[in-house]
T-cell receptor, first 121, second 111 residues
Framework: GAVVSQHPSRVICKSGTSVKIECRSLDFQATTMFWYRQFPKQSLMLMATSNEGSKATYEQGVEKDKFLINHASLTLSTLTVTSAHPEDSSFYIC?????????????????FGQGTRLTVV | GEDVEQSLFLSVREGDSSVINCTYTDSSSTYLYWYKQEPGAGLQLLTYIFSNMDMKQDQRLTVLLNKKDKHLSLRIADTQTGDSAIYFCAEKASGTYKYIFGTGTRLKVLA
């Protein structure tokens, strides 16, 4: 199946610094990637939709200047948490839209990375 | 608006069947999914069902969809300790690739 690699898996940073998280589709091209945030014991909340070569679409309440998204190629999207604060500590997960062959034909699905646990101290 | 709800916890004995339930509100959803999340890990797609289907079986997994009641369930036969995880149901919003996730059900399998 399609593989999405997210890096780093864990990061600890000091308050006020910026952190970049990478999301790569390893064996397929992804014109669309998604960034989610998951608080402890809660569900995933979509932060933004990233389209290759264009500006990301942010969900309501997500600060675009705080969470910078770049999707410069068909296999890489990055999320940069700028001027991180302890309240930004969370689990961030990306997903990439890809196509898989099934008995019924070609199907488009979202494949998820393994997530990045960000801790801001 | 869009909302997906699940019960928070489920505990079963090893070898028994587990049934995880989910309700959703968007009647125009075209696909409904079940994902598994192990501690500290990302999401693994387990199975999904088209909205025009009532049931889908995949090895130990059986998905039932009641479109009239907007109710989705995942049955895991012969539950093993390795099945202990959080299970999320999700719907794909019609006309988009936006996934709406449920709150997740934490399944604990007792040996």
């Amino acid at each position: 199946g399609a593989v999405v690699s997210q890096h780093p898996s864990r990061v600890i940073c000091k308050s006020g610094t910026s952190v970049k998280i990478e999301c790569r589709s390893l064996d397929f091209q992804a014109t669309t990637m998604f960034w989610y945030r998951q608080f402890p014991k809660q569900s995933l909340m979509l932060m933004a939709t990233s389209n290759e070569g264009s500006k990301a679409t942010y969900e309501q309440g997500v600060e675009k200047d705080k969470f910078l998204i770049n999707h410069a190629s068909l296999t890489l999207s990055t999320l940069t948490v700028t001027s991180a604060h302890p309240e930004d500590s969370s689990f961030y997960i990306c997903s990439a839209r890809g196509e898989i062959w099934e008995a019924g034909g070609l199907n488009t699905e979202a494949f998820f990375g393994q997530g990045t646990r960000l801790t801001v101290v | 608006g869009e909302d997906v709800e699940q019960s928070l916890f489920l505990s079963v004995r090893e070898g028994d069947s587990s049934v995880i339930n989910c309700t959703y509100t968007d009647s125009s959803s075209t696909y409904l999914y079940w994902y598994k999340q192990e501690p500290g890990a990302g999401l693994q797609l387990l199975t999904y069902i088209f909205s025009n289907m009532d049931m889908k079986q995949d090895q130990r997994l059986t998905v039932l969809l009641n479109k009239k009641d907007k109710h989705l369930s995942l049955r895991i036969a012969d539950t093993q300790t390795g099945d202990s995880a959080i299970y999320f149901c999700a719907e794909k919003a019609s006309g988009t690739y936006k996934y709406i996730f449920g709150t997740g059900t934490r399944l604990k399998v007792l040996a």
